[in-house]
């Protein structure tokens, strides 16, 4: 069971469910029902898509539904947030290779739909594709839906602190923390790329509807701050409360900063 929260602690509505799971189950029935609405009425669904251990859940649940004949992907198109600088698609750490794997081998989407920005640009090179990801989701009509997780200093894609309101796609440095964070996936913090990059806190903005997702007691911290202080740089996931349209999906462990009763 989940309970919808509208307390004075939040300025981003957000829910609070038992687990992970169910949290994720619910989101994918969500995103089913509007890619199913718009199909129904023969338009397409995009798709905002987040990598990191977070979604994987999602995902999870939305190939079950896929499998069942609930949803189909094949008027589906996907842009993924970010991807680190330096990785080819197939490196086993790249954001491609982990939407391979976690998600696109499995449904029945066309892959030529799915855009992960390429880690493979030189840094002069960088802004043309970034140029070239905002027209190509331009193109596509925008983002439909767009699936957030937080960093632990409470980055969104890699749109780390100092990020503005009105960043674009771009190439960035990564923060000491994200990166330390990566390293015992990458076998080490001096594996971990140093640059990524990231669609723009403004690109983010610009989709219809927004989901943000936090489990776990490590993120209770970040999310009870990325909900409720005022839009700030410091934490670019405070952008999201100029959005009309965001909900954050929480696991109670994830909802304890937030939700502990304050002191007198
Ligand atoms: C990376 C990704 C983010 C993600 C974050 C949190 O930095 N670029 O999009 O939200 O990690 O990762 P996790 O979900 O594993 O906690």
């Known amino acids: 069971m989940s309970s919808v929260q509208s307390n004075t602690s ?52 939305l190939i079950r539904l896929c499998k069942n004949g609930a949803v189909s992907f094949k008027d589906v198109t996907t842009f993924n947030l970010d991807e680190y600088l330096g990785l080819a698609g197939d490196h086993p750490r790249s954001y491609r290779r982990f939407m391979d794997e976690n998600f696109f081998d499995h449904i029945d989407i066309d892959k030529a739909r ?20 905002e027209e190509q ?27 503005r309101a009105d960043s674009r796609t771009r190439l960035l440095e990564l923060n000491g923390i994200t990166r330390a964070d990566a390293a015992n996936d990458f076998g080490g913090l001096e594996n971990v790329p140093t640059h990524a990059i990231t669609m723009g806190i403004a690109t983010i903005l610009q989709a219809k509807e927004i989901f943000l997702l936090a489990w776990g ?8 701050k990325a909900l409720s202080t005022a839009p700030t740089s410091d934490i670019p996931a405070t952008f999201l409360r100029s959005h009309p349209n965001v909900r954050a999906y929480i696991d109670e462990a994830a909802a304890s900063v937030l939700q502990a009763p304050v002191r007198p």
Not at 217 to 223: H, R
């Open 10 to 61: 939040s300025n981003i509505p957000f829910e609070v469910f038992a687990d992970a799971e169910a949290a994720s189950a619910a989101l994918a029935r969500v995103m089913c029902e509007r890619i199913n609405a718009n199909a129904a009425t023969g338009k397409q669904t995009v798709l905002g898509l987040a990598t990191g251990s977070t979604p994987i859940k999602l995902y999870q649940n």
């Open 114 to 133: 799915t855009h992960v920005p390429s880690g493979l640009v030189s840094k002069e090179e960088a802004a043309a594709q970034c140029a070239e990801y």
């Open 137 to 163: 989701i331009l193109r596509a009509g925008g983002l439909h839906m767009q699936v957030l997780g937080i960093g632990r200093n409470g980055h969104i894609g890699f749109n780390e602190p100092g990020s």
């Open 217 to 224: 007691k490590g993120k209770s911290e970040i999310i009870a």
